[in-house]
């Protein structure tokens, strides 16, 4: 009989004991229910990256107690979670004989009025820390408590400590326009989409012409873009939207100079420069192989920098130093890594590169600063200005009649380099990156060279980090698309020096992180969309139904036993689609593109035709299950290729045939492009993330054109049901 869990002797080992005090996984059951019990150097090392030594006994258990001692030594956890409208009971650490008591001062300054009764504890728990024995009382939370972010100050005897008390909202409401009714939306690749007013990417400006058109054309209520997030101030830039510089700003590379106030004021021989500068950029827009941020942003960024030196009119100044005002300390690391960045070159990670060296508070940083104050305020003006071209981009949307408007894509993680990491090292895990364990679609496991933010300094800080990115996220958009939302439960920690197939699963307190959803998300009048594909225990599936959250449901992967389950049997609450940004489009899909590009790229573990021959059993599958369903005509497949648009637009039928909450339709499926954006597991072997939107004769297909495009309208017709 395979082991499926670990023995009692195993259990019982004291290193085992310690990595599952801090949640570190021991053991894990794969997606083939393969269980797999993680090595002694893994779990040492991940403990290290926790920041817990466990490199001998001795050490493992002094680790032990250190840490019990901390936990039951605090009069209460730094965090607490209180569910609005019920009352839920905090945990307090006491002496056998006091009683605690408890204020609360909630988030806008005011004292709460109600009043937090203490309450016994069971009397099943009893340590001793430091010579005394320490017992457990209660603090009753009253269900009238507010939903926000607030300060619970307990005392017992002469002693006070202070707790960030998250008050959440049971789930996130279901927007009315949902509660009935499916709604439709579209999925772009934005840099991919360029008009002729890009500079050779697409902008924010084309992001409010395609929410804008998509509704008035095709009756979207949505349009799911890749992740915007901040990303370098100078070539050359990371293609990938996934590794971002920081998630709680936006990349400025996308603003439009042309649509910002200052440049209609321009002096005519300035205005000429502006001009000029574009011209340069405009052939990039004809290109249908690559994408070329680089050549874009050389010129773009000139323009962008004469538009700010001829400055602004006392309000607009006004605005921009409110704007500098309110972000605080987040605008001042972004921007300040930003001017390091741009006078000392690209972060390497090697330990003589400045990020290495250097922190926020040491001299040089400090003096670089004092010696180029324009070009500092420079970059926290990219950010102001690119923060007001992502917002009217979504008024536009809601104008227009949108429901949702923007779906923002979050995602895992940030650049090791990053000025999230050097700013606040302290946030992250050191020694380790994220990643997932090996699956099908990546044999080798998957590393994406990201460090975690550390679970213990997100409870020791009321997850103020995770709370800032989470607004920050809403401040722009109707709904927000969390990439691998496994991560608020577990997340796979690879550590320096090993492959990805030699890591754990870290656990999180996803509670408090679906709360911290809930709470901007209500506030946002909101939509949270969970990427939940891959392996999800059940207790993962059930908590984000019971938050309201939706799930996703991909209709490639919708598969059990060698079968594709029925449209009408997948769960109400997602976001299903045909495809994702990790698969070819629907026609390349079709026609194996990514037998061929794993192929090509060596990718493929174990015998190339036995990987073709479960292709072509899936390929067959989903148009048995097409044809069972009535999706599609059976006659289409004696010509498959021939009739290509007829089956794609059939899976999209299938979408149509599920009661999922949300639909979305890929625009690369509208125009019949069969190239994937991204293949996992490559760099520069593929060109992942610039790949121009082209119609399937590789033809470029310019925002222009894009909703008068036959192909498109034709899949329009579809999702509209008609």
């Not at 005519?268 to 574009?278: K, M, P, S, Y």
Request: proline share 6%; net charge negative.
């Amino acid at each position: 009989m395979t082991e499926s869990t670990e023995s009692a002797e195993r259990l019982a080992r004291p290193l085992i004991h310690l990595a599952q005090l801090v949640g570190l996984a021991t053991s894990y059951v794969g997606m083939t229910n393969d269980y797999h019990e993680i090595d002694d150097d893994v779990l040492v090392a991940l403990l290290g990256a926790l920041g817990v030594d466990a490199h001998d006994d001795e050490a493992i258990d002094a680790s032990i107690v250190r840490i019990l001692d901390q936990r039951h030594g605090r009069l209460v956890a730094p965090t607490v979670l209180h569910i609005a409208d019920t009352e839920d009971r905090v945990l307090v650490n006491t002496g056998i004989m006091d009683i605690p008591s408890a204020t609360l001062t909630l988030e806008d300054g005011t004292a709460y009025e109600g009043t937090l009764e203490p309450g016994p504890g069971d009397g099943s728990q009893a340590y001793e820390v430091g010579g005394r024995f320490v017992a457990t009382a209660l603090i009753i939370i009253p269900a009238d408590v507010p939903v926000g972010y607030h300060t619970l100050h307990v005392t017992v005897g002469d002693r006070t400590e202070d707790a960030t008390l998250i008050s959440a909202p049971q789930r996130i409401p279901t927007l009315p326009a949902m509660q009935k009714d499916q709604l439709w939306g579209w999925m772009a690749q934005l840099y991919s989409i360029r008009s002729s007013g890009s500079w050779g990417v697409g902008d924010f400006e084309d992001l409010k012409t395609l929410l804008v058109e998509s509704r008035k054309k095709t009756g979207a209520d949505f349009m799911l873009i890749n992740p915007l997030h901040a990303g370098e101030p100078v070539a050359p830039l990371t293609p990938s939207p996934y590794l971002p510089i920081s998630r709680r700003f936006v990349n400025f590379t996308y603003i439009r100079p042309e649509s910002i106030p200052e440049y209609a004021t321009l002096d005519n021989d300035t205005r000429g420069q502006v001009d000029e500068l574009h011209a340069q950029a405009d052939p990039l827009n004809g290109d249908a192989q690559i994408i070329d941020r680089d050549s874009m942003w050389r010129v773009k960024m000139h323009a962008l920098w004469l538009i700010f030196k001829a400055g602004r009119t006392h309000e607009r100044q006004q605005a921009f130093d409110e704007y500098k005002r309110t972000t605080g300390e987040g605008l001042e690391a972004y921007a300040t890594w930003c001017l390091c960045y741009d006078k000392w070159g690209a972060p390497t990670g090697a330990p003589d590169s400045w990020e290495k060296r250097l922190d926020k508070n040491s001299d040089e940083v400090i003096g670089l600063r004092n010696q180029f104050p324009d070009t500092l305020d420079f970059y926290r003006w990219m950010e102001w200005i690119a923060n007001e071209q992502f917002d009217a981009a979504q008024r536009a949307a809601k104008d227009a009649g949108m429901h949702i408007g923007i779906m923002a894509d979050m995602a895992v993680g940030v650049h090791p380099s990053g000025s999230d990491v050097w700013w606040n090292p302290e946030r992250f895990a050191k020694g380790a990156t994220v990643g997932a364990p090996p699956d099908y679609f990546n044999q080798q496991g998957q590393d994406w060279s990201q460090p975690p933010l550390n679970p213990i300094d997100l409870q020791n800080t009321g997850y103020l980090a995770y709370r800032h990115m989470v607004h920050g996220m809403f401040a722009h958009a109707g709904a927000v698309r969390i990439d691998h939302i496994l991560g608020l439960f577990r997340l796979w920690w690879i550590p320096s020096g090993h492959t990805a197939k030699d890591g754990s699963y870290v656990h999180y307190d996803s509670d408090i992180m679906l709360g911290v959803l809930a709470i901007e998300a209500e506030r946002a009048h909101g939509v949270v969309v969970g990427e939940d594909l891959g392996v999800v225990p059940s207790y993962v599936a059930e908590s984000l139904s019971s938050h309201g959250v939706l799930g996703c449901a991909v209709e490639w992967f919708e598969q059990m036993d060698g079968k594709f389950r029925a449209p009408k049997d997948w769960r109400e609450y997602a976001l299903a689609s045909v495809n994702t940004h990790d698969l070819p489009p629907a026609a390349g899909y079709l026609a194996y593109e990514h037998v061929q590009l794993r192929e090509r790229l060596g990718l493929i573990e174990g015998s190339t035709e036995d990987f073709e021959e479960h292709a072509r059993a899936e390929h067959k599958a989903m148009m048995d299950m097409l044809v069972a369903n009535g999706y599609l005509d059976p006659e289409l497949l004696e010509d498959e290729k021939g009739n290509e648009q007829q089956i794609v637009e059939a899976l999209y039928r299938g979408l149509r045939g599920s009661h999922c909450k949300l639909l979305a339709a890929s625009i690369v499926d509208g125009v019949g492009e069969r190239r994937a954006q991204n293949q996992p597991g490559t760099n520069n072997e593929y060109p992942n993330w610039r790949i121009p939107l082209a119609d399937g004769k590789g033809n470029v297909v310019p925002l222009e054109e894009l909703f008068s495009n036959p192909r498109l309208l034709s899949l329009t017709r579809v999702m509209q049901g008609r």
